[in-house]
């Protein structure tokens, strides 16, 4: 079992930055193919970033390509996603997850089988 426990999500207003951040519990966190999704209310949740387990390849969705950054320290069993240009749609409870999947299919909350609790990002117009 993979626990992941997500940190950093606050209130920011257009345009603005923030910096999320997962924690995992086990020291096998670098055998795992990582990512962040979110789910604004109403609406399903939708896949933001991914990264291969070992941190060579990532994946974005459109809405985040250019904005957010995804990246991981092995060696602290850490994931972040850094999202600048904050816009009001990016509003949403953000989840970090982690697949036995290390490199394919990082786009689909299907393959994953950990989830952290989620932190709410929200945007201010």
């Known amino acids: 079992q993979v626990q992941l426990v997500e940190s950093g999500g606050g209130l920011v207003q257009a345009g603005g930055s923030l910096r999320l951040s997962c924690a995992a519990s086990?020291?096998?966190?670098?055998?795992?193919?990582m990512g962040w999704f979110r789910q604004a209310p109403g609406k399903e949740r939708e896949f933001v970033a991914a990264m291969s387990s070992s941190g060579d390849s990532t994946y974005y969705a459109d809405s985040a390509k250019g904005r957010f950054t995804i990246s991981r320290d092995n060696a602290k069993n850490t994931v972040d996603l850094e999202m600048n240009s904050l816009k009001p749609e990016d509003t949403a409870v953000y989840y970090c997850a982690g697949s036995s999947f290390q490199r394919t299919g990082l786009a689909y909350s299907g393959n994953y089988d950990y989830w952290g609790q989620g932190t709410q990002v929200t945007v201010s117009s």
């Open positions: 086990r020291s096998t966190f670098s055998t795992y193919g």
